[in-house]
């Protein structure tokens, strides 16, 4: 039997509708940026296999530190234990970090880096005796993970609108979607900055934190902010004494031009959850990082003080190594060439395809580039279901959400692969949009 068949036998995938769902694309092997099936197709990764992979696939260097790690522990107990790579890696990361993060939580994906925020930021109000603060606030459009504390605060999103009445509940607030050449960025922000206010003024003392995706809202449709928005924000709730997480799950790890959100919006906020790029995308793995105080405010000599989460697979010795190793290529002078490159072609090409088709929002963070297509049709529709198997068609990986067409390509792809990949976009679009 084939492998479709036998996939289509004993597998549900993830966020699929398997009654219409396209087969799904037997991958053979990856190489740099494309991953080749069996019949020696290649596909542009223009989504970085979902926002995980930075330096192409099965890299090298990766392979050989994971490989080498194998044969000396793959796997201990994180309890009562600790390893080398464990260590290095929560130092690396908290070098590269501004200097106020002290601490580093392991867990194993974004929706886990995600809970382990919330609950240390819930708990760390009950520790201090502020039983009463109790509400979390988020954004419209913002995407957390999938677990059930990452959906309450994300939800009224398309994926966890099935379990509405089972989520906490969140106080949502807008959140000023900006793009290029948009005349009324600063009024927008001033708006969401004054709800905010009104909200805090009203409500701080009862609000454990703020949560926000920090200058780029993924999953519901790659909206972008802008990093003034974002010192504000901090000063603004800041003010108030409510802490503020950054899920910086897919903005991290140079996504938006600089190695983390938070340092380019100049910002420091209480938590920071990293995932996605953490190991290159080789491996499962994630941090939640926070500053001293927070830490602290756990210390006790009882366990009722103690942060009672952990994982089987917490600070798993292979992704610690994999993740050394992405690190220490991204930080190559060469690597930081190409996400400059990336965002340079991004901002050439979506100007160009403004000229020439009539595409909406254009809008650039880093190495991420978005716009809308100017129909209106939703996430999983029939339309974008048929525009992803055209791409797929012409060599080209890219998922649209809905009307939106977005590009995440990992670090490594070359300038003409990118802006091939755009000649192909406009002439796919232009249908569509004429
Ligand atoms: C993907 C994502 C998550 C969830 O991460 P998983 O590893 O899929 O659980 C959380 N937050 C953001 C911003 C994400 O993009």
């Given at each position: 039997?084939?492998?479709?068949?036998r996939?289509?036998?004993?597998?549900w995938?993830p966020?699929?509708?398997h009654?219409?769902?396209?087969?799904?694309?037997?991958?053979?092997?990856?190489?740099?940026?494309?991953?080749i099936?069996?019949d020696?197709?290649?596909?542009?990764?223009?989504?970085?296999?979902?926002?995980?992979?930075?330096?192409?696939?099965?890299?090298?260097?990766?392979?050989q530190?994971i490989y080498?790690?194998a044969?000396k522990?793959?796997q201990v107990?994180?309890?009562?234990?600790?390893?080398?790579?464990?260590?290095?890696?929560?130092e690396?990361l908290?070098?590269?970090?501004?200097?106020?993060?002290?601490?580093?939580?392991?867990?194993?994906?974004?929706s886990?880096a995600i809970?382990?925020?919330l609950?240390?930021?819930?708990?760390?109000?009950?520790?201090?005796?502020?039983?009463?603060?109790?509400?979390?606030?988020?954004?419209?459009n913002?995407?957390h993970?999938?677990?059930?504390?990452?959906?309450?605060?994300?939800?009224?999103?398309?994926?966890?609108?099935q379990?509405?009445?089972l989520l906490?509940?969140?106080?949502?607030?807008?959140?000023?979607?900006?793009?290029?050449?948009?005349e009324?960025t600063?009024?927008k922000?001033?708006?969401?900055?004054?709800?905010?206010?009104t909200?805090?003024?009203?409500?701080?003392?009862?609000?454990?934190?703020?949560?926000?995706?920090?200058l780029?809202?993924?999953?519901c449709g790659?909206?972008?902010c802008?990093p003034?928005f974002?010192?504000?924000?901090?000063?603004?709730?800041?003010?108030?004494?409510?802490?503020?997480i950054y899920?910086?799950?897919?903005?991290?790890?140079?996504?938006?031009?600089?190695?983390f959100?938070?340092?380019?919006?100049?910002?420091?906020?209480?938590?920071?959850?990293l995932a996605?790029g953490?190991?290159?995308g080789?491996?499962p793995?994630?941090?939640?990082?926070?500053?001293?105080?927070?830490?602290?405010?756990?210390l006790?000599?009882?366990?009722?003080y103690?942060?009672?989460?952990?994982?089987?697979?917490?600070?798993n010795p292979?992704?610690?190594v994999?993740?050394?190793?992405?690190?220490?290529?991204l930080?190559?002078?060469?690597?930081?060439?190409?996400?400059?490159?990336?965002?340079?072609?991004?901002?050439?090409?979506l100007?160009?395809?403004?000229?020439?088709?009539?595409i909406?929002?254009?809008?650039?963070?880093?190495t991420?580039a978005?716009?809308?297509?100017a129909?209106?049709?939703?996430?999983?529709?029939?339309?974008?279901l048929?525009l992803r198997s055209?791409?797929?068609?012409?060599?080209l990986?890219?998922r649209?959400?809905?009307?939106?067409?977005?590009?995440?390509?990992?670090?490594c792809?070359?300038?003409a692969?990118?802006r091939?990949?755009?000649?192909i976009?406009?002439?796919?679009?232009?249908?569509?949009?004429?």
């Open positions: 039997m084939n492998l479709v068949a996939d289509q036998k004993s597998i995938h966020l699929t509708q009654q219409t769902a396209a087969p799904p694309v037997p991958i053979a092997r990856g190489e740099g940026a494309y991953l099936d069996y020696e197709n290649r596909y542009l990764d223009l989504i970085s296999s979902w926002w995980v992979n930075l330096h192409g696939h099965a890299n090298p260097e990766i392979a530190a080498q790690q044969l522990l793959e107990i994180f309890a009562g234990f600790t390893h080398e790579p464990a260590v290095s890696l929560a690396k908290l070098s590269l970090l501004p200097s106020v993060y002290t601490k580093v939580f392991y867990s194993d994906n974004g886990t809970e382990i925020a609950k240390m930021a819930y708990q760390y109000w009950r520790n201090k005796g502020e039983e009463q603060r109790r509400r979390f606030v988020s954004f419209q913002s995407y993970g999938d677990t059930f504390g990452a959906m309450s605060v994300g939800r009224e999103n398309v994926f966890s609108s379990f509405d009445d906490f509940a969140v106080d949502k607030i807008s959140f000023p979607a900006t793009w290029m050449q948009d009324i600063v009024e922000e001033q708006m969401v900055l004054n709800e905010m206010e909200f805090l003024k009203k409500h701080a003392h009862e609000t454990a934190a703020v949560i926000i995706e920090p780029l809202q993924g999953a790659m909206n972008m802008t003034r974002l010192k504000n924000l901090e000063m603004l709730v800041r003010q108030h004494d409510v802490l503020m899920d910086e799950v897919l903005t991290g790890f140079g996504r938006t031009g600089e190695l959100a938070c340092i380019k919006a100049q910002t420091t906020p209480d938590i920071v959850c996605k953490l190991t290159g080789f491996l793995l994630a941090v939640t990082t926070c500053h001293e105080k927070i830490y602290e405010a756990f006790g000599d009882n366990f009722n103690t942060l009672a989460h952990g994982h089987t697979f917490s600070a292979l992704g610690c994999a993740a050394l190793k992405s690190l220490e290529i930080t190559r002078p060469e690597t930081l060439q190409q996400i400059a490159m990336i965002e340079r072609v991004h901002k050439e090409e100007m160009q395809l403004q000229v020439e088709t009539n909406e929002r254009a809008r650039v963070c880093g991420v978005a716009f809308d297509l129909t209106h049709t939703s996430y999983g529709s029939n339309f974008s048929a055209q791409f797929l068609k012409r060599g990986l890219l649209p959400l809905g009307n939106v067409i977005y590009f995440l390509p990992p670090y792809v070359t300038e692969e990118l091939h990949a755009y000649k976009v406009m002439q796919e679009i232009q249908g569509v949009t004429a």
